[in-house]
């Protein structure tokens, strides 16, 4: 073969592979949230790596796969706060996500293996959702609650709430509220309607995760974020604050000295994109994509809303550091995944005999979803015990279930009461649990194991 053959192949190759590349950081691009993982849940990020270990808050983009170990389940979020939770043994594919030239969020999703459990917001905005199962596939416009289990032979579809049209082989039926559909995947009998819900061992564990997301998502605050998603653990990990100067500001609770919100997480790589900061903190989706986070001194850290949405925040937005904070850079190399964890602590938090053991300086890490009743008052207990890194054990909540549907986060106070800075300076001053806070709703939480 010719030099200028070989050179031609040469560059056609470059520019395949160039255009296999997905471009995550173009204006079409979309990426939704792995809001919930317990056990052994795996990823494949579509960068050619296969699956590797999945994080919480990690970004999903168009083409990921996401699947559960036998013992494992996991949460997605999209941005209008509708969820698929998936159980053990279970796969999905997102296939597409992507924002239409007329603005429509466009979302294509595939379960390949298992049980899925899928609650569709239909919100006012224009959106593309469909999900495929087997052979068949469903188009939603309008609000749904279902759960779908795909096996060897079968499918069968469960809706909680409202209806859905489904199509394939057989042509399209109708699934209506609190109705089923199996569907024979061989081909042999198309689909079976039954006017009623067989029982599923994870239709709790769903239903739990639901009432933690009405109950802690409905403030008069949502409107600090262009997105719905993430809102949530927000209200439940931390409070607002009207800070004079700043305006409305953010802070977790059980915050300790020395904490800043970059000391747990990773730095991951993302083809198109370049690197970006994966928080470890459950709470840790929002305030790293929107806003910045800013320190006050004797006060601590704070996130404030604001500025565009900067999904990937390659390089999240600080303010007015302390003098010795050190900010953890990303890898000089493309392609790796940087793990994060400037904590001293070995076990943020922990369960002993139906308690919770919980450090002041945890900022939530290791505390489950619900799991506390009323976190911030939980830590300002925490607080009190001791002026560095206290430890309380606190019995954990009832079941998110039995939340009243009328408890409601409220409009914040005045910002929390000053504290005196250490003698001899050092480090960042003493930051203390807000001793003024939201009123975040009391009632009992869900254990979540």
Known sequence: MSTRKLGTLFALTILTCWLAVPSFADSQARIVRLS???GDV?????????????FLNLPITQGTKVRTGSDARAEIEFEDGSTLRITPGTAVEFSELALRDSGARASSLNLQTGTAYLNFKGDKSAQEFSL????????LTKAAHLRVELKDSGATLAMFK??????GPSGKVEVEKKHSATFDL???NPYTLANNLEPDPYDDWDKQQEKYHEQYSASSLNSFSPYAYGSSDLNYYG?????????MMWQPYLVGAGWDP???GAWMWYPGAGYTWVSSYPWGWTPYRYGSWTYLPTYGWFWQPGNSWAGWNTGPQITNPPRQFNFPRPPATPGRTLIVNRSTLSSPASLVQNRIQLRGDSAGLGVPRGSVRNLGKVSRQVE???AIGGTMQTPLGGSVASLPTSSRVSTPRSGPAPRSAPAGGGSSPRMSAPSSHSSAPSSQGSPHK
Not at 132 to 139: D, M, N
Not at 162 to 167: A, I, P, R
């Open 36 to 38: 919930q993982v317990d």
């Open 42 to 54: 795996q990823i494949d990020r579509n960068t050619g790596q296969g699956y590797e270990k999945a």
């Open 132 to 139: 495929g199962f087997g052979r068949e596939r469903l188009a």
């Open 162 to 167: 409202g209806d859905v049209e489904v199509e």
């Open 186 to 188: 061989t081909g042999a």
């Open 239 to 247: 409070s607002f604050y009207n800070m004079p100067g700043y305006g």
């Open 262 to 264: 970059f000391m747990a």
């Open 384 to 386: 009190s015990l001791s």
